[in-house]
């Protein structure tokens, strides 16, 4: 749990049913009015690699995983890999140049990307106007041409081309470093 003393109570937490402050519409027609083209597939919700590997069938291009997290000096952080990555945070913070990193909590998720937990996505970043989070993306993962995310809820997959991502992210405001880490050896 977080326990930063600008944490807000539990109580500021939104129920299941709070609207997002962006919604998945909303993000796609955002992505539609830069130009972006995005293919979206709606699908039970999901909270889990193992269970997106399951369920997504032959759903083509870079499958990724998204953390969230915080530093020592209170950095917000949005790591985006390859599902398959291996990401150990004692050595990611070295690799990426922040403090000591953990995983940010739920209330701070909500409060700084406006998302549930189980939905992270770079697409979030359309809700962080006051640029709070610095954006990695793995070396690895950028490889791929074409790139899969949740668009903002985990009940669907966005597929969107790598330099199209690279686009979006920009015009949320944020350059984001390119990075090499969790690779698996093969």
């Known amino acids: ?37 995005a293919t979206t597939h709606s699908h039970p919700p999901l909270h889990t690699v193992e269970e997106s590997k399951a369920l997504r069938g032959a759903l083509p291009g870079g499958h990724c995983k998204n953390l969230f997290l915080k530093d020592k000096k209170d950095q917000h952080w949005l790591v985006v890999a390859l599902e398959d990555a291996k990401i150990d945070l004692n050595r990611l913070d070295k690799a990426i140049g922040s403090a000591r990193l953990s995983f940010a ?20 970043l359309v809700n962080d106007t006051g640029h709070k989070v610095r954006v990695v993306l793995q070396q690895a993962m950028m490889e791929h041409d074409l790139l899969n995310y949740h668009p903002l809820l985990n009940d669907r997959t966005t597929a969107i081309r790598r330099d199209d991502l690279m686009r979006f992210i920009r015009a949320c405001g944020h350059e984001p470093a390119i990075v090499e880490f969790g690779r698996t050896q093969e």
């Open 1 to 37: 749990m977080d326990t930063a003393s600008t944490s807000l109570p539990d109580a500021s937490l939104p129920d299941g049913d709070a609207p997002l402050p962006t919604s998945p519409d909303q993000l796609l027609a955002r992505l539609d009015a830069l130009g972006i083209q």
């Open 105 to 124: 909590s739920a209330e701070r998720l909500w409060r700084v990307l406006g998302i549930r937990p189980g939905s992270v996505t770079p697409f979030s």
